[in-house]
Each structure stands twice: as structure tokens, then as C-alpha cells.
């Protein structure tokens, strides 16, 4: 089949559960729109997805793709799958060292800042009713603004239990993505990508979870954030980590190949 062809077909057969501000399914957006496959979301709100997300899964997290009946649950485990049902534009190095290596780095950044920063941000955020809801509710079908707000303060305690989210909590996450980032720093210092000279799926990764906090250019464009969000961008504006998202987003997030994602 033609490249044509399987977007076509993809168009009818791939959709995409997610929370639009997640960065972990920015993470699996990113994949589909690298690889060209146009694809439909379908936006969920904290709480209200389980019962949508465990019809089709065991678990109730989110990223979920569909593709042609076929139930793929998780950012890493997406990309496997896309890398395997899709090979053009591969993620995943042909070479069994450098797929090694990238997959290696996917794992950590997952783990030691992707996690962290989750809980490290919902721990500022979601205090601020007003604009936890604006960032929830961005991509929501109008009703939703209508009883969403109402259901929040206990959606909020439920997260804030589930993710074991609290002052200790939030300080030792921050900690462990302050100790990522300063590693990362040291790998790209003398190199465009974290594995071999190519983007790979771990570079991908690094930039989608950091999306947040490396906005393009002075970021004046960007959602507003909870004061120590936007504090921390400010910070590590010029950091080499910071510098090397911004690049890589320039290269590689707005020059995929095809034709973006189908209307929901």
C-alpha cells in the first residue's frame, strides 16, 4: 500500500483517549503526527475517564490508541506498536544498541521526569480552581463547562489521593527532575540527540514531557501557569536542556510528515 493508502486507512481506523494537557500523551501525539497518521482524539477530563477508558482497557489510564479494533494503552507502548504497524519514519534505531540505548533513556525520562513533574505540577496547580479547570477543560465539549467546575473540588481530592500528592510528595518530585535535568544537560551538551545522530523515540520523549516548561521562543504565547511553574521556565530559560527542547521541537515537532489529526 502507498503511503497515500495507509493514511487514508489509518484515518478511519486510529483514535487517540486522551487528557489534552497530559504530557504523556502529547508524548503519543507526537508519535502519530512524526509518523504522518491522521488520527481522532477523543479529550477526556480527570475522573470522568474511567468509565470511558475501562470499557476498553483493564487499566483507566490514558494515553489509549485504537487502531483498527487493536487496544494499545501507554505512551511507550504506543510508539512499540506504531514502530511495528507503521515503519516508515521509525523512532526506534535499526541498530540493536542504539534501540537499546533510546528505549533505556525512554524509561528514565518517564520515570524521573515525567512522573515527577506530574505530581510536582499538579501539587501547584490544581490548589487554584480557576485555572486547573481552564487547563482541563481546553479541548472539552461545551457541556462539560457547564457541570465539570461542579464536580472538581471532588475530582481534585480523588487526584490528590490517588497520585499522593502533598508538600513532601512535591518536594522529593522536584528533586528527582531537578537531578534528571542536570543529567541531561551533561548528554547534550556535545551532541543534537541523546542516541547515534539521528531523532529517535528517546529524544521524543525528552522533549514532549518537558514541552510544558520549554515553551518556543520568550514563551510569551504560553497558557498561564501556577507561579512556580512559570518561575521555573524563567530559571532555566538558558539552561543547555531548555535550549536543545526548543531546537529539537523547531525540527522535528512542526515538520512532520503528513497531514496532522482527523476532526474529532
Known amino acids: 500500500m502507498d503511503r497515500t493508502g495507509i493514511q487514508g486507512e489509518a484515518t478511519r481506523m486510529l483514535t487517540l483517549y486522551q487528557f489534552t494537557f497530559s504530557h504523556f500523551c502529547g508524548k503519543a501525539r507526537w ?155 551533561d548528554t547534550i551538551a556535545n551532541r543534537p540527540y541523546l542516541v547515534g545522530g539521528e531523532f529517535t523515540r528517546a529524544d521524543l520523549t525528552a522533549c514532549s514531557l518537558l514541552a510544558l516548561l520549554c515553551p518556543p521562543g520568550n514563551g510569551e504565547a504560553a497558557i498561564a501557569l501556577p507561579q512556580a511553574m512559570a518561575d521555573l521556565i524563567d530559571a532555566h530559560r538558558a539552561r543547555p536542556y531548555a535550549r536543545w527542547v526548543r531546537q529539537v521541537q523547531a525540527g522535528h515537532r512542526n515538520a512532520g510528515h503528513a497531514t496532522g489529526r482527523a476532526a474529532a
Open 31 to 185: 508519535a502519530l503526527d512524526y509518523k504522518g497518521l491522521p488520527y481522532t482524539p477523543r479529550n477526556l477530563l480527570p475522573g470522568l475517564h474511567r468509565r470511558v477508558v475501562l470499557r476498553l482497557a483493564r487499566k483507566s489510564t490514558v494515553p489509549l490508541l485504537i487502531d483498527n479494533g487493536e487496544i494499545i494503552q501507554g505512551s511507550t507502548e504506543i510508539i512499540d506498536h506504531l514502530d511495528g504497524r507503521y515503519p516508515e519514519y521509525p523512532l526506534t534505531p535499526a541498530a540493536r544498541s542504539q534501540a537499546k540505548e533510546s528505549r533505556e533513556w525512554e524509561a528514565f525520562l518517564d520515570a524521573e521526569i515525567g512522573v515527577p513533574l506530574r505530581l510536582w505540577g499538579y501539587y501547584h496547580l490544581l490548589p487554584d480552581s480557576r485555572l486547573a479547570l481552564k487547563v482541563m477543560l481546553r479541548g472539552a465539549p461545551w457541556h462539560a463547562r457547564l457541570y465539570y467546575p461542579l464536580m472538581f473540588p471532588r475530582v481534585r481530592e480523588r487526584m490528590s489521593r490517588y497520585l499522593h500528592i502533598d508538600a513532601d510528595s512535591a518536594r522529593q518530585a522536584e528533586q528527582r527532575v531537578m537531578a534528571a535535568l542536570a543529567r541531561l544537560d
